[in-house]
């Protein structure tokens, strides 16, 4: 008696298809928000101009994983991204600073001040004539 085999498939069978652009998708905006924190608790204040545009590729590999399947959970997943996404947006749009509007100017003589140094003592402009050896650093900062 004879039988038909069959061929036996040894490829896996995707259950999930997908899932790893939804992984990769969900990994993107939390690298952004550790690299921030790594960013702040070493002191450095720049702009972190790297959070929305790991959001937006996370958004965008989401779409992808959706076009794969579709499901509750990647849209809402979807959902929070795209609000994670507006929030970076907003909130590095808030931390930029005003274009400077002060007396000093690039090639025209430093105005008259005073002030103190670290240890209290008086500082002026007077301080600064005859020596080459001092840089004075005009810091905006914003807290």
């Not at 997908?18 to 990769?24: A, S």
């Not at 909130?91 to 002030?115: M, S």
């Not at 002026?124 to 050896?133: E, I, N, P, S, Y």
Request: with cysteine; charged share 10%; aromatic share 10%.
């Amino acid at each position: 008696m004879t039988t038909a085999s069959t061929p036996i498939s040894t490829s896996p069978v995707r259950r999930y298809p997908g899932r790893g652009w939804l992984l990769i998708a969900m990994v993107l905006p939390t690298l952004g928000l550790i690299l921030y924190a790594t960013q702040v608790g070493n002191g450095r204040l720049v702009t972190p101009w790297y959070m929305p545009g790991l959001t937006t590729l996370g958004i965008v590999l989401l779409a992808v994983a959706l076009q794969q399947a579709r499901s509750v959970w990647r849209w809402l997943v979807l959902l929070l991204l795209l609000l994670l996404g507006s929030a970076e947006c907003a909130f590095v749009l808030a931390t930029r600073l005003p274009a400077y509007a002060g007396p000093a100017a690039v090639g025209k003589p430093l105005p008259e001040f005073a002030t103190a140094t670290a240890d209290g003592t008086p500082f002026t402009q007077r301080d600064l004539k005859g020596d080459q050896h001092h840089v004075l650093v005009f810091f905006r900062g914003r807290w």
